[in-house]
């Protein structure tokens, strides 16, 4: 079992230093990866009739320049996505940005990718919010392409490259390609094509379900199900509540997540300091 | 003039090492900025007939906002300048967000430097229309500015729409400097109207003094103050190998009142980053002395 803790993004503010100090504090103590959410544009829900998602008083650091400046000044730890807004982004940069920051960690990117929920970020973005999850899976092969061969020639339904490629390539021959959500759609998709799946749903009587379900759709098409990587997310009530993060991880762990993840956002938690005490507390909990 | 080096992005290979020594090394020799330039594909040449482009697939090209991230935190004043970035085969507010996130993890080290390419096979492969890339560029950088200045943007353009939505964090220079790279006449008259410097990416060979001349005028003709457009000059190794050649450069753009100098040191038949810095070792010690 790996051990990761979500990037406190909406609440560890932008100074560089802070950002910096919870990442090596991170690896530091021992967590494997760290799990980074994507948010390009933030809408005005004042604006937005009937908005329920997040605003723009979120903040989010940018993934791929944030996976830089973290390659930079640490060693080991895995930079995560989860998840990154695939659709509403341009494949060839995808594979370009993730390929450099796979570069420059060596080799320490795992690319979460999903298809979003936000048409304000996608009409922003000038993509296309209807056909988002028809042109995800030829993103992920096109990606894929990009990151194995020194030259691509493509024609797809969504894409066109021409004899063309990105150099360098990223240390990692294909970048891992794990899966967002919680769909049907998207448990066949992973068991299509994802070397994992981030659940986005508890692990609970219908998690337990639902990774039944994908494991299935692995076995029909003769994959092995148990070569899928799960990397249940673990959400604690109350900072305090350890017992709790504790018996979520646990649920995770009978139905045979690879990865953990551990959050500490919407907590109430303030600083750096206070989201490095908790991951602390966390790891020495679930190590002890 | 501010002097400034241009990371050998085709020769310093992937080594993320290499890359931190380079610009470690033009930190401490002095140098006021370091300029990358970009490519997100390069073409296999064999393929495409009559192709005649500088760069193909086997030049190696870091991304310049991941690397100015990873040199983010390693260096602490050198300003990061791409030069140019091909912003017409991007997403606008993608540019945007990243260009603001590197401004933010450098405490407001970068300025963007921005082209609309050459390369009609890079902006296919990117999704993106060639021929409009020119029209869209003037419209790319308004939206740019508003996302760097406005928590929250609405604006409704020919080429892009945001409803009510913005970046979160706002950059720390708020705008960005947006510089433009190119010598066409339409990207000079561009220049006047709305850069806040230019890269003239030619020779003095090649009319520079002429076009600097016409640059100031289209800046005039926009009622703007000429001087408050930086103009960044070039002085290439493979072109000018020796350091008579790099003063005597140097004087020429100082002449012409430009406010930054630039060393590439690529295609002078230099290998590996301990010969490219001692190459802006040199540079540097003779446009000092």
């Not at chain 1, 993840?261 to 206070?274: A, E, R, V």
Request: net charge negative; proline share 5%.
């Amino acid at each position: 079992m790996r051990l990761g803790a979500i990037f406190p993004q909406k609440e560890i503010g932008a100074d560089p230093a802070a950002v910096r100090d919870y990442a090596q504090a991170a690896e530091d103590l021992g967590y494997a990866h760290l799990l980074v959410y994507d948010h390009v544009l933030g809408a005005d829900a004042s604006k937005h009739e009937g908005w329920k998602g997040l605003s723009r008083t979120d903040m989010f650091h940018e993934p791929f320049v944030l996976f830089g400046y973290l390659g930079g000044v640490t060693k080991t730890i895995e930079m995560v996505t989860g998840i990154l807004i695939l659709g509403q982004r341009q494949t060839a940069l995808v594979a370009k940005q993730a390929a450099e920051a796979d570069v420059l960690t060596n080799g320490r990117v795992r690319l979460g990718v999903g298809i979003g929920w936000n048409a304000v970020e996608y009409e922003a973005l000038g993509e296309n919010f209807q056909d988002r999850a028809r042109r995800f899976t030829e993103q992920v092969e096109l990606m894929r392409a990009l990151w194995t061969q020194d030259v691509v020639n493509f024609e797809g339904k969504y894409h066109r490259v021409t004899h063309a490629g990105i150099n360098p390539l990223p240390v990692q021959r294909p970048i891992p390609v794990w899966l967002g959500g919680y769909s049907d759609r998207v448990l066949r998709r992973t068991a299509r094509i994802g070397d994992g799946l981030i659940p986005q749903f508890a692990p609970d009587e219908e998690g337990r379900e639902r990774i039944a379900r994908m494991r299935e759709y692995a076995a029909e098409i003769g994959r092995d199900p148990m070569s899928i990587g799960i990397d249940g997310f673990v959400y604690p009530d109350d900072p305090s509540d350890l017992d709790g993060a504790q018996r979520e991880a646990q649920a995770w762990v009978e139905l045979g997540a690879t990865h953990l993840s551990f959050n500490t956002m919407n907590l109430g938690l303030k600083g750096p300091d206070q989201h490095i005490e908790a991951i602390r507390r966390f790891m020495e909990e679930y190590s002890g | 003039m501010k002097i400034g080096a241009i990371l050998p992005q085709t020769e310093i290979g992937a080594d993320p090492g290499a890359v931190r020594e380079f610009a470690q090394a033009a930190e401490d020799l002095g140098y006021e900025h370091l300029i990358a330039f970009d490519h997100v594909l390069g073409v296999d040449a064999s393929k495409h007939q009559g192709f005649s482009g500088p760069y193909n697939h086997t030049h190696m090209f870091h991304e310049p906002f991941v690397m100015f991230g990873y040199l983010a935190g390693l260096t602490k004043s050198i300003e990061m300048v791409t030069g140019i970035l091909i912003l017409g085969q991007r997403q606008t507010a993608l540019v945007a967000k990243q260009a603001a996130e590197v401004d933010v993890l450098t405490g407001g080290r970068l300025r963007l430097g921005i082209g609309v390419g050459w390369n009609a096979a890079e902006c296919e492969g990117m999704g993106e229309n060639f021929r409009t890339r020119g029209r869209r560029c003037a419209e790319q950088i308004e939206l740019m500015r508003a996302l760097w200045t406005q928590e929250v943007v609405n604006f409704e353009g020919k080429y892009h729409r945001v409803t009510h939505a913005g970046i979160n964090p706002l950059p720390v220079q708020r705008p960005i400097p947006v510089w433009i790279g190119g010598y066409a006449e339409a990207v000079l008259r561009r220049i006047g109207e709305i850069a806040d410097g230019w890269f003239p990416l030619f020779g003095l060979d090649a009319g520079a003094l002429e076009s600097v001349a016409r640059v100031r005028e289209y800046t005039r003709e926009a009622d703007r103050d000429p001087a408050s457009v930086g103009v960044e000059g070039r002085v290439r190794l493979s072109e000018s190998p020796n350091p008579d050649d790099w003063q005597r450069v140097a004087n020429i753009w100082a002449e012409a009142e430009a406010s930054h100098l630039s060393i590439n040191t690529m295609n002078a038949g230099l290998t590996g980053p301990d010969q490219h810095i001692d190459a802006i070792r040199r540079f540097k010690e003779a446009v000092s002395a």
